[in-house]
């Protein structure tokens, strides 16, 4: 009796993996192949043109970083916490900037150049937003931030995603 049972159950264990086979093969059978890569021949542009705030641009039209961002600015709040923003375009019309806040034990003179500290930046009306890059590899990570301009040397920053609030003053 017990060997009849254990053949029973052997067959039904067999058809299951044999119908289970049978449905993975069909769903493999109704997936689309993958496409081969294309291979694209690099042309050199012509015209050679730019990014800035999802605008392109010419080589001679690129706008000029805001005059108000550009410069060193200090929390309020946070004395020890300074952002400087550049007004120097890497030939991509995007613009780069640094952090430190010295309560950490950082000092600007230990941000290495373009690495840990400094940030892409770009402004749109009353939007400014970051690119942190933590390292130059990386994929940059966006911080936007609603700016209010009380005057040419104070600003107030919202930060949207965790709706933190900030004043700075340029230095």
């Known amino acids: 009796m017990k060997k009849k049972l254990l053949i029973i159950i052997g067959c039904i264990i067999a058809i ?3 119908i289970g086979c049978a449905v993975w093969l069909y769903v493999q059978s109704k997936q689309k192949p993958p496409k081969e890569p294309e291979e ?18 010419w080589e001679d039209e690129t706008p000029p970083a805001d005059p108000l961002m550009v410069g060193r600015w200090s929390c309020v709040e946070n004395p020890g916490w300074h952002k400087v923003y550049y007004d120097d375009p890497d030939g991509e019309g995007r613009y780069w900037g640094k952090e430190w806040d ?18 892409r930046w770009t402004k749109s009306n009353d939007t400014l937003t970051e ?24 600003v107030a920053i919202a930060e949207t995603n965790n709706r933190s609030n900030y004043n700075f003053r340029k230095e």
């Open 40 to 57: 694209v021949e690099a042309q050199e542009d012509e015209f050679p043109d730019h990014e800035t705030n999802g605008v392109l641009y």
């Open 102 to 119: 010295e309560s950490d034990d950082v000092l600007e003179e230990d941000l290495g150049y373009h690495g840990n500290g400094w940030f």
């Open 131 to 154: 690119f942190s890059t933590m390292d130059f590899r990386d994929v940059p990570i966006a911080h936007t931030y609603r700016l209010t301009v009380m005057d040419s040397a104070n």
């Open 16 to 18: 299951c993996a044999a």
